[in-house]
């Protein structure tokens, strides 16, 4: 038996699972080469249909995110401009399965090597795409995983995902990956444990190693290939006990959160997409901490009424309960296509306000949309990654601009509190120069990152990039005291405010208000019940 090897990531999806490993990266059937390049041709058509018509099959059967992606997939193998490449190659003599490769390779490429965070996760779905025609070509399918099996490899595909039945238990441990890529977005909301991040070293693991029994621990993002004796019986304590607390927080799911002593804490959800409320009960949340718009901007911007309708949709399902709805904060890791640009060092360029500001016309458009959507409901409007009090007055110029030009053309409009993120070091260490703000919700993902000077996606510093980190905590107790003093409230809306082991912490620098991602709504209320203030 091989020495326990012991690799660490970063954790996509918390839970734990114990099972053997199942290699994703195992080789292909071979093709056999066709008789000349009309048959290649036929081949390579007949291939692409059979991928569609998998993802069609699939796409029937799925619903929400998991659809959404298949369909993605699928105009993306409709597609001329992807496909059109290698029936190029094939015209030049080249073997089918050569020919998709080689067009997909390229185009893969291209996402891989993006500065981009958003089109690296997406790298995944053209990979996903690439093996499928490849699979449809040499006839063969998927070799079936065990049941429970740790899925091991560079990266997984989300039609793999989508196919595995995850009942009997199982996870996903990376090489590469990513936090925001579309299986972990899928892996969170079906509570399947995902690691990523690994490393290539990190798999430089023995045949020995594979072929023995692994230990994903997702909530810390390790996994224990070849695990001691101790090393099972400590994990597995571990395991059950994140397992209790997650049956004993569903509990607390209806009830209004509160610490040991009574004390009460808000708890708010923060939602993307406006159809993400239809799976929440809105009377388990305190309502809307926030609402990130950069994903109503996709591949085109969207118009004013299509924007007026998303936000509309979330105002009446919160009905007075308050949605703070934040302005889109478009660069550093979320790059919309027509509106961010090129940088070398996207976190610390041109995002969120200050691309707002620099793009006024853009910007404008979604100002009136928020005007009008308010009056539908209890809103609050924010604004991210603000440095400086002249980005917040430029700002709350140009709402009562548009507010004005709104009356003057007799539309029903309202002027929704106008708050910021406290998510540059500048405003946390300074918040006096803030106090126009008619709010503060601390953004902890940026936050933390800025102050450790460790981005929130890179593994390799994860250690680093901790919220409870005396700097960090100091700086957000400043600014909930500083809140108290002056009557502003404060809230946090960062990943931190769902983590059971951050909660207490959080709560002893005085916040009383956190929202948190919908799947955490019962795990965060459960842990603030556990903490003696
Ligand atoms: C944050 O930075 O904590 C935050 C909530 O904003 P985002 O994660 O969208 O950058
Ligand atoms: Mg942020």
């Known amino acids: 038996m091989p020495e326990p090897l012991r690799l660490q990531g970063i954790s996509a999806s918390a839970g734990y699972a114990e099972g053997p490993l199942f290699d994703l990266d195992q080789a292909a059937v071979r093709y056999v080469r066709k008789a000349s390049a009309a048959d290649e041709k036929a081949a390579l058509e007949t291939a692409i249909s059979i991928a569609a018509g998998r993802l069609a099959a699939l796409i029937e059967t799925s619903d929400g ?22 029936f190029s190659h094939i015209a030049e003599s080249t073997a089918a399965d050569r020919a998709w490769r080689q067009a997909l390779d390229a185009e893969i490429a291209g996402y891989e090597t993006s500065d981009e965070d958003y089109f690296r996760a997406r790298a995944a779905d053209m990979r996903d795409i690439r093996d499928q025609v490849l699979r449809a070509l040499t006839g063969g399918g998927d070799i079936a995983a065990p049941a429970g099996a740790i899925f091991y490899g560079e990266d997984i595909a989300p039609t793999r995902f989508l196919e595995t039945d995850w009942s009997a238990g199982g996870g996903i441990a990376l090489k590469a990956g990513s936090v925001a890529s ?21 798999f430089g693991a023995s045949p020995a190693h594979l072929a023995e029994i692994a230990l994903l621990d997702a909530e810390h993002g390790g996994i224990v290939l070849a695990p001691s004796k101790a090393e099972i019986d400590a994990f597995r304590r571990s395991s059950s006990s994140f397992a209790a607390h997650r049956d004993k927080a569903a509990a607390y799911l209806t009830r209004p959160a509160a610490t040991k002593t009574g004390i009460a804490v808000r708890v708010q959800v923060n939602i993307a997409d406006p159809s993400d409320v239809d799976s929440i009960d809105v009377a388990t949340c305190d309502g809307v901490g926030l609402m990130r718009t950069e994903f109503l901007f996709g591949k085109t911007l969207p118009d004013e009424e299509t924007q007026y309708r998303a936000y509309r949709k979330v105002l009446e399902w919160a009905g007075d309960r308050p949605v703070t709805i934040r302005t889109v904060d478009a660069g550093g890791d979320k790059p919309v ?10 976190f610390l360029g041109l995002r969120g306000i200050r691309l707002s500001l620099a793009r006024p016309e853009v910007f404008r458009v979604q100002i009136r949309a928020l005007l009008c959507a308010a009056v539908h409901g209890n809103l609050k409007v924010m604004f991210p990654m603000i440095a400086v009090p002249e980005e917040y007055e430029r700002a709350a110029t140009l709402f009562a601009e548009e507010q004005a030009g709104l009356s003057a053309r007799g539309i029903e409009q309202r002027m929704p509190p106008l708050g910021i993120m406290v998510e540059v070091p500048s405003v946390a260490i300074a918040p006096e120069a803030f106090a126009r703000a008619a709010f503060f919700s601390i953004g902890s993902n940026d936050l933390t990152q800025y102050v450790m000077a460790a981005a929130r996606d890179n593994a390799s510093v994860a250690h680093l990039n901790s919220v409870r ?46 929202s948190v991602a919908p799947a955490q709504l019962a795990m965060a209320k459960a842990a603030i019940a556990d903490v003696s203030i």
């Open 469 to 514: 980190h005396r700097a960090v905590l100091r700086l957000i107790a400043s600014v909930a005291g500083f809140g108290r003093e002056h009557n502003i409230p404060v809230s946090l809306c960062g990943d931190a405010g769902g983590d059971p082991a951050s909660i207490p912490a959080l709560l002893e620098t005085g916040l009383r208000d956190l």
């Open 182 to 202: 579309h299986v972990a977005m899928l892996a969170r909301s079906r509570g399947v444990p995902m690691v990523v991040g690994l490393g290539p070293a990190g």
């Open 337 to 346: 296509p027509g509106l961010t640009v090129e940088e070398t060092n996207p």
């Open 65 to 86: 995110e998991a659809s959404e992606i298949l369909e993605f997939q699928l105009a993306m193998l409709e597609d001329d401009a992807l496909t059109g490449p290698a």
